[in-house]
T-cell receptor, first 114, second 110 residues
Framework: DTAVSQTPKYLVTQMGNDKSIKCEQN?????MYWYKQDSKKFLKIMFS???????INETVPNRFSPKSPDKAHLNLHINSLELGDSAVYFC?????????????FGSGTRLTVV | SQQGEEDPQALSIQEGENATMNCSYK?????LQWYRQNSGRGLVHLIL?????REKHSGRLRVTLDTSKKSSSLLITASRAADTASYFC??????????FGAGTRLTVKP
């Protein structure tokens, strides 16, 4: 069983479109995260949710909106996609808030905006 | 903002050699962790060292932490071709999330 699963794995879309990436974890973790990895491999935190409550909201364009229907799911919706949004997006989860016990990552969603 | 910075950016060694990667960070931390990322995959947690620890071992991995210098090192002994990957340090700096560096790309030649 996959611990943290993201869908889709690849996403190619045109500028201006709206798209969503889904993430689910079956580890019973309380906290979930979205990270963006750019072409230089930098990983940047975007959002984190603890028990469906937003706890971290970094400086991210408001075209990005996370939604957590329950603590096992954290989806990322992106409006009006731009070329600069092209990156790999990783979902992760942890038992508590922060890195006390390490993160479990999904395998990533490679978003390409053309 | 980034917290950890890995050094070197890339490292190429022969199978059987040891690989050492370094990480520097800027603020006080609760713990520091190392992750591995194989090409096209997610990150995998390798080892966690707490701020009151100086050294930790896990199999062929040895991690050191020097909080006075705000630095850590990851040593992989007797490297194998399968160790080829990018290695990231990440810090838990009491911000509620982990902050990652850009990673060290390790290539182990058979």
């Amino acid at each position: 069983d996959t611990a943290v699963s993201q869908t889709p794995k690849y996403l190619v879309t045109q500028m201006g479109n709206d798209k969503s990436i889904k993430c689910e974890q079956n580890l019973g973790h309380d906290t979930m995260y979205w990270y963006k990895q750019d072409s230089k491999k930098f990983l940047k935190i975007m959002f984190s949710y603890n028990n469906k409550e937003l706890i971290i909201n970094e400086t991210v364009p408001n075209r990005f909106s996370p939604k957590s229907p329950d603590k096992a799911h954290l989806n990322l919706h992106i409006n009006s996609l731009e070329l600069g949004d092209s990156a790999v997006y990783f979902c992760a989860s942890s038992p508590g808030i922060g890195g006390e016990a390490g993160y479990t990552f999904g395998s990533g969603t490679r978003l390409t905006v053309v | 903002s980034q917290q950890g910075e890995e050094d070197p950016q890339a490292l190429s060694i022969q199978e059987g050699e040891n690989a050492t990667m370094n990480c520097s960070y800027k603020t006080s931390i609760n713990n520091l962790q190392w992750y591995r990322q194989n090409s096209g995959r997610g990150l995998v947690h390798l080892i966690l060292i707490r701020s009151n620890e100086r050294e930790k071992h896990s199999g062929r991995l040895r991690v050191t932490l020097d909080t006075s210098k705000k630095s850590s090192s990851l040593l992989i002994t007797a490297s194998r071709a399968a160790d080829t990957a990018s290695y990231f340090c990440a810090t838990d700096a009491f911000t509620g999330d982990m902050r990652f560096g850009a990673g060290t790309r390790l290539t182990v030649k058979p």
